[in-house]
């Protein structure tokens, strides 16, 4: 292992048929880079086309020819809840393998991300044994009746941001249906999914039910997309891919889950708890780095709170510990790769050369680092909201504060946007929450919460942000293909067409 890390638990056990990174990068592998120290970590071998048709393949039989989706929905959840205990036992490996690839702080993914991989098996486990059909007998002569089935075998492309969280909640969900799934992990950040996967199969999995392709989006991740063997396609990532993807589907009628992007505006009333507001919006826009796509990254602060409110963000923002992920007092670690990293900072050098910004804080390289990619944390004050930091999707730490008159202002300049996933609300005044929930354009409206999900709940995006929901309805929807059965009620009258034969 090439790179020197404090690693409190110890060098992390690699994804079987991986090791660390040595010599120079071979073709037709990815090479994962640290983002703290800009050293080779690991190269990981990117799938054939042979290779992807084989995956598919060995999906396709173990849904039409395993034991998997014939057992019983209860057989189903015990396996899964095996599965729950098992992550929880690899934790801080985990946890290490995904603190190295993305740079988020390994307090935050041991603390929140692992718990919630650990979780979503739990959840949809319980899930499947409390799932009902329908009937109907309305015209009094049939009893209809309405079942659910698996689709088949899902194509699930995790994102590079939180791979564990997001790609194990579309995962459980698919399995716990009866699905085989293959999972196509970001080539950033594949570790911690190809590691999960192992883990699975040690807690119960059959064979073929989970499985891991790598590589590239733009190749292995289009044929899979475009394969005959997929039936279902869940994606997670940006809305420019997300367009792409749903045009390679388009052509086999596959059935698409998309979760894109977002500028979800955070809006702060002169109503509101001042303390909690301020903790919920720093939290709302660095927590996981910045790198999310529920970051509520356009601040839009009353004018009557709004020189105490910025002045008191500015202060706790340029107190923020940034550092070596694996730190224990770090709170915002460097930006998962070095062509992200790079994009960020073209916004930083935006923000300082318009005249349409006024930069508060940040906005530069962090100080104090002779490597790694690090970003200061940064807020800039913007005088409209139709610039163009208002309107494109940093994923970073880099927030845009705006001044506005009143609520009207506020949810006027919010649904300003073609991004929809997300909206979060300040304020103690019942009418004003009531009023914001119902006009602002997003899939969720957070008051006076940053980030918080229910697995029962949908969870999606209006406009850019994406199509179709995750959570229990919508992973049901996705997932699953509707059946109706119709059986007499009694022995029906039928004509006789073409007489009787004698």
Same mark, same amino acid.
């Given at each position: 292992?090439k790179?020197?890390?404090?690693?409190?638990?110890?060098?992390?056990?690699?994804?079987?048929?991986?090791?660390?990174? &040595?010599?120079?990068?071979?073709p037709?592998?990815?090479?994962?880079?640290?983002?703290?120290?800009?050293?080779?970590?690991?190269?990981?071998?990117?799938?054939?086309?042979?290779?992807?048709?084989? #995956?598919? &393949?060995?999906?396709?039989? #173990?849904?039409?020819?395993?034991?998997?989706?014939?057992?019983? &929905?209860?057989?189903?959840?015990?396996i899964? &809840?095996?599965?729950?205990?098992?992550v929880?036992a690899?934790?801080?490996?985990?946890?290490?393998?995904?603190?190295?690839?993305?740079?988020?702080?390994y307090?935050?993914?041991?603390?929140?991300?692992?718990?919630?991989?650990?979780?979503?098996?739990?959840?949809f486990g319980e899930?499947?044994?409390?799932?009902?059909?329908?009937?109907?007998?309305?015209?009094?002569?049939?009893?209809?009746?309405?079942?659910?089935?698996?689709?088949?075998?899902?194509?699930?492309?995790a994102?590079?941001?939180?791979?564990?969280?997001?790609?194990?909640? %579309?995962?459980?969900?698919?399995?716990?249906?009866?699905?085989?799934?293959?999972?196509?992990?970001?080539?950033?950040?594949?570790?911690?999914?190809?590691?999960?996967?192992?883990?699975?199969?040690?807690?119960?999995?059959?064979?073929?039910?989970?499985?891991?392709?790598?590589?590239?989006?733009?190749?292995?991740?289009?044929?899979?997309?475009?394969?005959?063997?997929?039936?279902?396609?869940?994606?997670? !990532?940006?809305?420019?891919?997300? %367009?792409?993807?749903?045009?390679?589907?388009?052509?086999?009628? %596959?059935?698409?889950g998309?979760?894109?992007?977002?500028?979800?505006?955070?809006?702060?009333?002169?109503?509101?708890?001042?303390?909690?507001?301020?903790?919920?919006?720093?939290?709302?826009?660095?927590?996981?780095? !910045?790198?999310?796509?529920?970051s509520?990254?356009?601040?839009?602060?009353?004018?009557?709170?709004?020189?105490?409110?910025?002045?008191? *963000?500015? #202060?706790?923002?340029?107190?923020?510990?940034? !550092?070596?992920?694996?730190?224990?007092?770090?709170?915002?670690?460097?930006?998962?790769?070095?062509?992200?990293?790079?994009?960020? *900072?073209?916004?930083?050098?935006?923000?300082? #050369?318009?005249?349409?910004?006024?930069?508060?804080? !940040?906005?530069?390289?962090?100080?104090?680092?002779?490597?790694?990619?690090?970003v200061?944390?940064?807020? /800039?004050?913007?005088?409209e909201?139709?610039?163009?930091?208002?309107?494109?999707?940093?994923?970073?730490?880099?927030?845009?504060?705006?001044?506005?008159?009143?609520?009207?202002?506020?949810?006027?300049?919010?649904?300003?946007?073609?991004?929809?996933? /997300?909206?979060?609300?300040?304020?103690?005044? *019942?009418?004003?929450?009531?009023?914001?929930?119902?006009?602002?354009?997003?899939?969720?409206?957070?008051?006076?919460t940053p980030?918080s999900?229910?697995?029962?709940?949908?969870?999606?995006?209006?406009?850019?942000?994406?199509?179709?929901?995750d959570?229990?309805?919508?992973?049901?929807?996705?997932?699953?293909?509707?059946?109706?059965?119709?059986?007499?009620?009694?022995?029906l009258?039928?004509?006789?067409?073409?007489?009787?034969?004698?």
């Amino acid at each position: 292992m090439k790179i020197d890390v404090n690693l409190p638990h110890g060098t992390p056990i690699l994804p079987h048929g991986l090791d660390w990174a &040595a010599g120079e990068a071979q073709p037709g592998q990815s090479r994962l880079i640290y983002a703290a120290t800009e050293e080779p970590l690991v190269d990981v071998p990117d799938t054939s086309e042979a290779q992807v048709d084989a #995956a598919v &393949a060995r999906a396709r039989h #173990a849904f039409a020819n395993g034991p998997w989706r014939k057992l019983t &929905a209860a057989d189903r959840a015990r396996i899964l &809840a095996k599965c729950e205990a098992a992550v929880l036992a690899h934790a801080d490996e985990l946890a290490t393998l995904q603190a190295l690839e993305t740079g988020i702080p390994y307090a935050q993914i041991r603390g929140m991300h692992v718990s919630r991989t650990a979780e979503n098996f739990r959840f949809f486990g319980e899930l499947v044994t409390s799932l009902s059909g329908e009937s109907y007998e309305q015209t009094g002569r049939y009893l209809s009746i309405v079942t659910r089935e698996p689709v088949g075998v899902g194509l699930l492309i995790a994102p590079w941001n939180a791979p564990l969280v997001l790609g194990s909640m %579309k995962m459980a969900a698919a399995i716990a249906l009866g699905n085989s799934v293959i999972v196509k992990p970001s080539e950033y950040a594949p570790l911690a999914i190809m590691r999960l996967v192992e883990i699975l199969e040690e807690a119960g999995l059959p064979p073929g039910v989970v499985q891991v392709v790598t590589g590239p989006g733009a190749s292995v991740g289009s044929q899979l997309v475009r394969h005959p063997g997929i039936d279902v396609v869940g994606f997670i !990532g940006g809305t420019a891919t997300g %367009k792409r993807i749903m045009a390679d589907a388009a052509s086999g009628l %596959k059935k698409v889950g998309l979760e894109l992007g977002g500028k979800s505006a955070n809006i702060v009333l002169a109503s509101a708890d001042f303390e909690r507001a301020l903790d919920g919006t720093i939290l709302g826009f660095l927590a996981g780095n !910045g790198e999310q796509c529920l970051s509520g990254s356009r601040i839009m602060v009353e004018d009557s709170i709004a020189d105490r409110f910025i002045e008191a *963000l500015v #202060a706790r923002v340029e107190n923020v510990k940034v !550092g070596d992920p694996f730190a224990a007092d770090t709170e915002l670690g460097p930006m998962a790769f070095r062509a992200h990293y790079e994009r960020v *900072l073209s916004f930083a050098q935006e923000a300082h #050369a318009s005249p349409d910004y006024r930069v508060l804080t !940040g906005a530069k390289r962090a100080e104090g680092f002779e490597r790694g990619y690090y970003v200061a944390p940064t807020v /800039v004050e913007a005088f409209e909201n139709s610039t163009r930091l208002c309107q494109e999707e940093v994923f970073g730490p880099f927030a845009m504060v705006q001044r506005v008159r009143d609520l009207d202002d506020a949810l006027q300049r919010a649904n300003d946007s073609e991004f929809g996933l /997300v909206s979060y609300i300040w304020s103690n005044d *019942l009418p004003s929450v009531m009023r914001a929930r119902r006009e602002l354009q997003a899939g969720t409206v957070w008051v006076n919460t940053p980030m918080s999900r229910d697995l029962r709940a949908p969870f999606g995006g209006y406009k850019q942000s994406g199509i179709g929901r995750d959570g229990l309805p919508g992973s049901v929807e996705l997932f699953t293909e509707e059946k109706t059965t119709m059986i007499p009620q009694e022995p029906l009258d039928l004509p006789k067409v073409g007489g009787t034969l004698s």
